[in-house]
């Protein structure tokens, strides 16, 4: 949808959808049954409709339409930095996605999680669409995290300098969190 400057001209939806399909290809062959990894997708009301334009017109990519399962997330309120409401209009309130703190109402409200039960889906793989050096599905990442029986497996990158805007996983009283430093 957007060209990241790739000497390919390849959207990152391209790439990921790209990946899937490889990661499809070789679980056939390992397991000798063709079998489809499911991608849904967060949008909102206001990238919703291209989002599956987008899709609709590159043909979902090579995947089945119906495993690209695109969902919206929540709008909430916006407010300034006094705390008070911002209206898009004398007789509206403006609202923004709620962002990725929404994932988990989102798949709940939106029937996502029903959808996940029906297919009989065991785990997921959560990931910010925009981030280029994702490997989707990584199955030695998710295999570790199965492996070992872990409820949940976060994978980071150091950050290159103190001030660089990326959060930190850490335990705070016994509690592992996401810092940001704004």
């Avoid at 957007?2 to 000497?7: A, D, Q």
């Avoid at 000798?32 to 043909?59: L, Q």
């Avoid at 007789?91 to 999680?113: D, H, I, M, T």
Wanted: net charge neutral; hydrophobic share 40%.
């Amino acid at each position: 949808m957007y060209n990241v400057g790739l000497p390919s001209g390849k959207s990152l939806y391209q790439i990921q959808a790209e990946r899937i399909l490889r990661l499809q290809e070789l679980a056939a062959h390992a397991c000798g049954k063709r079998g489809t990894v499911p991608w849904y997708i967060m949008t909102s009301e206001h990238t919703r409709h291209t989002t599956d334009d987008f899709f609709a017109r590159h043909g979902y990519f090579g995947l089945d339409a119906s495993s690209v399962v695109l969902f919206e997330q929540e709008m909430l309120p916006c407010f300034d930095f006094e705390g008070k409401i911002i209206l898009e209009k004398p007789n509206k309130f403006a609202a923004a996605p709620g962002g990725n703190g929404g994932l988990y109402r989102a798949l709940l409200k939106e029937g996502v999680l029903a959808d996940m039960d029906r297919r009989g889906i065991k785990y997921v793989h959560v990931f910010g669409v925009d981030n280029i050096l994702v490997k989707v599905a990584d199955p030695h990442f998710l295999g570790y995290c199965v492996a070992k029986g872990l409820e949940c497996g976060n994978k980071v990158v150091q950050k290159t300098a103190p001030n660089e805007a990326v959060g930190v996983v850490c335990l705070v009283n016994g509690v592992w969190q996401v810092l940001i430093d704004r």
